[in-house]
């Protein structure tokens, strides 16, 4: 066993309890792909109001009332990603939210009468949600900041725009881009740089490891594959921090710690009396009552009145929304999870020679938007973790407890579908992987060439900002899924076409109407300490 450098200092009070076994680090990625240059009332808005509406309000309000609570220790990884970091400070769009959540309440009136009390349950959480809100001026970031200081919250950073890396490492610049302009972001919007990254799709390639201790990133975490076949083979799998040859150290998913909350089919997001996701009443309304509150085509709007009620059960049939049931549910829930969690480590505990610890990493938006009760759940979770015997840490508690850590190479792997990279280059997304190489290697020859002018400067760095944009996973993802593929592939489409007007001004000295600059600028104006020499080619 070889030791590395602790990532941080270790935090007071974080000493094993003598009643735990073991510790769990429950870990939630924040994202959402750049929609500021949405029009007013589009799809993309509606992801980021419902994204606020059901999961970041919601969160904040269970992880502060249980910092406030002197009988809880609530503890949790949070990745917020530099796209959805820049959309929570943008004052024009967040201008917006309370409008739309008007639009909604007012549209509950309409709901059918034996959908009434799940239509006054989800009103009072509307106009609480709209409180809250209105108590912050509509400014969260000093929020989450305020919650890492107090220790609930350990705040790690991810790429810029959620590129897909090891599509990316063709261009190595692209990658340190990404990687730079996260932490710049980062440090200007929640006052200290990160030690700790969500890695896009927890997708590693080797050699990552090497530009994320150059940019001061010191741990992450990958699926369990890609610590189980590092090399050499981890002596405790997932069970314990592995330390790259770059001195990053990657802690790994452990599956039994998350199928219980993630999966809709096995796990407890399925349980009958929990909200049902698919029925909404955008699809169940008159579409004149849409047209009179300016939504003009049927989309979901976030407004569900109906519960799971069976496996299988069609659409059509489901039963009301039963809120207090399913409320019981969510104690009864954590609970059972926390004596899973209990019992694994205490199994754990007898046949190894350090503390276990278990990680249990989720997209942040499955607590609220695609699992209703997953908030309060969480609250649950904090309320119960000590009196089940379960120690509650931030990932960087694990790392700075002393332990030396093994010395393994991560084996190339990501926590999609197949588990590598197949989800992200195939036959409906791959077209864009050569576009992305050949803008980056423009981007990288420009750069080295030297900046020039204070305009061509200005106009380099928007230029980065929309390669950044066009790199985002989020568009290849849904060119995947199938669901909104032309609007991913316009993105796409978009940002490149940007992209490459900017260079030939660059180059050539060609006039770009001022009109259109000055979009650009006001749709893409994000990151805006963005630096060209991010860019500037290796070696």
């Known amino acids: 066993m070889a030791s590395s450098d602790t990532p941080v200092p270790r935090p007071a009070g974080s000493s094993a309890s003598a ?85 909604r309440l007012a549209l509950l009136a309409h709901a059918s009468p034996e959908l009434g009390d799940a239509a006054s349950d989800l009103a009072h959480q509307l106009k609480a949600v709209a409180s809250q809100w209105e108590a912050c001026n509509g400014n969260l970031v000093p929020r989450f900041r ?57 997708a590693y390639y080797e050699g990552l490891d090497q530009q994320l201790a150059s940019c001061g990133l010191r ?23 592995i330390c790259s040859p770059a001195g990053v150290a ?27 996701f698919h029925r909404d009443l955008g699809w169940d309304l008159p579409q004149e009552l849409l047209d009179e509150a300016g939504i003009t085509s049927r989309r979901p709007l976030g407004l569900k009145l109906h519960r799971v009620t069976g496996q299988g059960t069609a659409l059509d049939q489901k039963k009301p929304y039963d809120p207090a049931a399913a409320a019981q549910k969510t104690k009864l829930h954590a609970i059972d999870y926390l004596q899973g969690r209990r019992g694994e480590l205490a199994a754990l505990a007898g046949s190894m020679e350090r503390r276990p610890l278990l990680v249990a990493p989720f997209d942040a938006e499955l607590f609220g938007h695609w699992w209703f009760e997953g908030p309060r759940f969480l609250a649950n979770l904090f309320r119960e973790a000590e009196g089940q015997g379960v120690r509650l840490v931030h990932l960087r508690d694990a790392l700075a407890e002393g332990e030396a850590l093994q010395v393994c190479r991560p084996s190339p792997s990501s926590w999609g579908q197949g588990g590598y990279h197949d989800y992200w280059l195939n036959d409906t997304n791959a077209w ?15 750069v080295s060439q030297g900046v020039g002018s204070s305009q061509q400067r200005d106009l380099l760095h928007q230029a980065g900002r929309e390669l950044l944009l066009a790199q985002s996973s989020d568009w290849s993802f849904i060119l995947r899924a199938g669901t909104t593929t032309e609007l991913a592939k316009e993105r796409i489409e978009r940002h490149l076409d940007r992209f490459w007007r900017l260079i030939d001004a660059i180059d050539n000295g060609t006039q770009l109407p001022e009109s259109w600059l000055e979009g650009v600028r006001r749709e893409d104006g994000l990151f805006p300490n963005i630096n060209a020499a991010d860019w500037a080619r290796l070696g």
């Open 19 to 103: 009643t735990t076994s073991g510790d769990l680090a429950i870990v939630l990625h924040a994202h959402l792909p750049y929609v500021r240059s949405s029009e007013p009332g589009s799809l993309e808005e509606d992801w980021y109001f419902q994204a606020l509406q059901e999961c970041y309000l919601p969160l904040l309000a269970v992880l502060e009332a249980a910092a406030a609570d002197p009988d809880q220790r609530p503890r949790l990884t949070l990745g917020l990603s530099p796209t959805l970091l820049s959309l929570l400070a943008d004052r024009a769009l967040n201008a917006r939210f309370l409008p739309w959540l008007a639009i």
């Open 146 to 202: 305020r919650l890492q200081q107090q220790g609930v919250l350990d705040l790690i950073t991810c790429a810029a725009t959620h590129g897909y890396l090891p599509l990316l490492r063709g261009v190595p610049e692209a990658v340190r881009a990404q990687l730079r302009t996260a932490v710049r972001e980062h440090e200007r919007l929640l006052g200290e740089r990160p030690l700790g990254i969500w890695i896009p799709e927890c």
């Open 219 to 241: 741990y992450s975490l990958l699926d369990a594959h890609g610590v189980l076949h590092a090399l050499p083979r981890p002596r405790y799998g997932v069970y314990a921090p």
């Open 250 to 276: 990657f802690c790994a998913r452990d599956s039994t710690a998350t199928l219980p909350v993630w999966s809709a089919t096995q796990g407890y997001p399925g349980d009958e009396v929990y909200r049902e």
């Open 432 to 446: 864009v992987v050569p576009e992305w190489q050949r803008a980056s290697q423009a981007m990288v020859r420009r």
